[in-house]
């Protein structure tokens, strides 16, 4: 399986001495953000950032948020960082991408033409900048683009795919087709490339590295021995479990006082017990082949922070960890498990090995319910479940009180201007002769430092008919654009006391500013204050 382009599956000594050469030759054409972009001098060593981003993981799935893979890497990220626990994103993979590289919401991003990437802001200021993984969204598109957005390498591919296949989505390696004869797993290659990037940039030049795996994303497709690590863990059932696991995130101080678990829905009752014994081990592997796929991000961030040691970059990195949206039901058969026969111009055998390159199983309403403990609903709905996700920062130079539990409300366009303000990087109102528009997310620096900040700023979500629109602590939501929920996400984070008919004035009101906030032009302020 060579090309022409590439005949390697993994960097070689050999290929990586050469791109040194170039990449040092690249580096000194870097050209300055019309004087804006700068990093600040003095004796102050420039910091290293890494955003690591996992797709449709639910908010309760990793050990540190008291879920049952064994994530020992991450969740020493979060006890030697933060851990934020209300921590947002939007309901789907693709705007909460583009909020992560511009720091603005979806809406209007829809043309290059709105924003700069992240890549384009630190590069003038002397940052070697590296993409792997998934692109989608409106700002990079297509992996092929990436190179076009400020990143000096890029590998990946597009919408994800095949775990074990990369022909029928192909990867491109800084935009030209890849492929490999040698042995391919998904995760384990973007990782090989993130460490390689990462060599060549060696440890004098300041790097940004956004690291999106797939994992753990439909098809359920993961190594045989991780899922054993977990078969046999789920044999009590989608209800059972959910209970198992809320009193495990109280009893860890996940969960604050007062929290309540979401009920299950409808479907659910009873139906664990009507399932025939074969039924239940085989959605019990399912399961166990969702959690292996996690369990081998963990493995492979575990790779990459040895790098960082082997480099000796690893005190003065900034790492970022969070999940694109909610755990997923999409694809199920009724609540359960679901197969497809064929995806991306593939065919698929349901009687295939579960997790091996020739099936493509999805888990299903009960599973993801499960993932997104103790929240309602799922991916692609507005409700907690679909926008909630656990959001880690490690910054060993930065953060004072390390292995805190932080309940802000924080939120995915946060993540650029937090970099841009720890790098001491201007964000330009011109950019290559255009006028561009302002960042919504505001900088989370302060809150590493054990300080306070102003978060008091409306928050929109949405997909296709489901909305929701925060003022903290208030939130509204709805799935068709006509139904409207009232909460008070302070007393009620689970979404059980609909406060709509008691306070119709609130929630008028809070309709009307989401109508307006859909209309509002960006502009260049920091900050959009709170309504009174």
């Known amino acids: 399986m060579k090309t022409k382009q590439q005949n390697r599956g993994r960097p070689n000594g050999l290929f990586r001495a050469a791109l040194l050469f170039v990449l040092g030759g690249m580096s000194m054409l870097a050209q300055p953000?019309?004087?804006?972009?700068?990093?600040?001098?003095?004796?102050?060593?420039?910091?290293?950032?890494?955003?690591?981003?996992?797709?449709?993981?639910?908010?309760?799935?990793?050990?540190?948020?008291?879920?049952?893979?064994?994530?020992?890497?991450?969740?020493?990220?979060?006890?030697?960082?933060?851990?934020?626990?209300?921590?947002?994103?939007?309901?789907?993979?693709?705007?909460?991408?583009?909020?992560?590289?511009?720091?603005?919401?979806?809406?209007?991003?829809?043309?290059?033409?709105?924003?700069?990437?992240?890549?384009?802001?630190?590069?003038?200021?002397?940052?070697?900048?590296?993409?792997?993984?998934?692109?989608?969204?409106?700002?990079?598109?297509?992996?092929?683009?990436?190179?076009?957005?400020?990143?000096?390498?890029?590998?990946?591919?597009?919408?994800?795919?095949?775990?074990?296949?990369?022909?029928?989505?192909?990867?491109?390696?800084?935009g030209k087709r890849w492929n490999t004869d040698e042995p391919f797993y998904k995760t384990d290659v973007h990782t090989d490339f993130a460490i390689n990037f990462l060599e060549e940039n060696g440890a004098e030049k300041p790097f940004f590295l956004h690291l999106a795996y797939h994992a753990p994303h439909f098809p359920i497709h993961a190594k045989q021995e991780d899922i054993n690590k977990y078969a046999g863990k789920f044999m009590e059932g989608p209800s059972a479990l959910r209970r198992k696991r809320f009193a495990h995130m109280k009893a860890m101080g996940v969960l604050p006082e007062g929290t309540a678990l979401a009920p299950d829905f409808t479907e659910m009752a009873n139906a664990w017990a009507q399932l025939p014994k074969e039924k239940k081990e085989f959605y019990d592997r399912v399961m166990a082949g969702y959690c292996a796929m996690i369990d081998s991000v963990d493995q492979n961030i575990g790779r990459l922070l040895a790098q960082l040691d082997k480099m000796g970059v690893r005190e003065n990195t900034v790492i970022f960890f969070s999940s694109d949206n909610g755990g997923c039901a999409e694809g199920g058969e009724g609540i359960w498990p679901g197969h497809w026969d064929e995806r991306f111009g593939r065919k698929y055998d349901r009687n295939a090995e579960l997790g091996g390159e020739n099936s493509h199983w999805q888990v299903g309403q009960a599973w993801a319910h499960v993932s997104n403990t103790p929240l309602r609903e799922w991916k692609s709905i507005s409700h907690e479940g679909g926008l909630?996700?656990?959001?880690?920062?490690?910054?060993?130079?930065?953060?004072?009180?390390?292995?805190?539990?932080?309940?802000?409300?924080?939120?995915?366009?946060?993540?650029?201007?937090?970099?841009?303000?720890?790098?001491?990087?201007?964000?330009?109102?011109?950019?290559?002769?255009?006028?561009?528009?302002?960042?919504?997310?505001?900088?989370?620096?302060?809150?590493?430092e054990g300080k306070e900040t102003d978060l008091s700023r409306p928050i929109h979500f949405f997909y296709k008919e489901t909305a929701a629109y925060i003022e903290y602590p208030w939130k509204i939501v709805t799935k068709d654009m006509e139904s409207f929920e009232l909460y008070n996400l302070e007393k009620d984070r689970t979404e059980l006391n609909n406060l709509a008919a008691q306070m119709p004035e609130k929630l008028n009101t809070l309709k009307a500013a989401m109508q307006d906030y859909r209309k509002m032009p960006l502009t260049n302020k920091k900050v959009i204050k709170n309504r009174k």
């Open 33 to 174: 953000l019309n004087g804006e972009a700068k990093v600040q001098t003095g004796t102050e060593q420039p910091l290293n950032f890494i955003n690591i981003l996992v797709d449709d993981m639910g908010y309760s799935d990793i050990g540190c948020m008291g879920g049952p893979v064994e994530t020992p890497h991450l969740d020493k990220l979060a006890k030697s960082g933060i851990l934020f626990t209300d921590y947002r994103t939007y309901p789907k993979c693709s705007p909460t991408r583009d909020a992560i590289m511009t720091g603005m919401d979806a809406p209007p991003v829809r043309t290059a033409k709105d924003g700069i990437t992240l890549a384009e802001a630190l590069k003038p200021a002397g940052y070697g900048t590296y993409f792997v993984g998934k692109a989608h969204g409106s700002v990079i598109g297509k992996i092929q683009t990436a190179i076009k957005r400020g990143f000096d390498r890029s590998f990946g591919n597009t919408a994800g795919g095949n775990f074990w296949d990369p022909t029928k989505l192909p990867s491109y390696l800084d």
């Open 388 to 448: 909630s996700v656990p959001f880690i920062v490690n910054a060993p130079a930065i953060i004072k009180s390390r292995g805190q539990i932080n309940r802000k409300p924080v939120m995915v366009m946060d993540i650029m201007p937090t970099i841009l303000d720890l790098a001491h990087v201007t964000y330009p109102e011109v950019y290559h002769g255009r006028t561009i528009k302002a960042m919504r997310g505001v900088s989370l620096q302060p809150l590493f």
